[in-house]
């Protein structure tokens, strides 16, 4: 995917991993999700670029919300 400039390199960036690594793992989670019938949500996000302006307080209620 990012050899043909769809993705960028900086995405899913590993020693030794390819962004189709990180493609193929979202796909196995979607499926293993939907085959246990368990509810589940997946963000792709780049909280280290953006730390301060995240609501702390709001996301952790969030978060403690989404663990129960």
């Known amino acids: ?3 043909h400039g769809f993705m960028p ?3 899913y960036s590993e020693q ?6 990180g493609s193929l793992a979202k796909v196995l989670f979607y499926d293993v999700t939907r085959q246990s019938r368990l509810s589940a949500a ?5 909280a ?4 301060d302006s995240i609501a702390h307080a ?3 209620s969030v978060l403690t919300l989404l663990q129960s």
Do not use: F, H, M, R
Not at 16 to 21: H, Q
Not at 48 to 51: K, L, P, Q
């Open 1 to 3: 995917v990012w050899q």
């Open 9 to 11: 390199e900086e995405i």
């Open 16 to 21: 030794g991993k390819t962004a189709d690594d």
């Open 42 to 46: 997946l963000a792709s996000i780049d």
């Open 48 to 51: 280290a670029n953006c730390y």
């Open 58 to 60: 709001i996301a952790l």
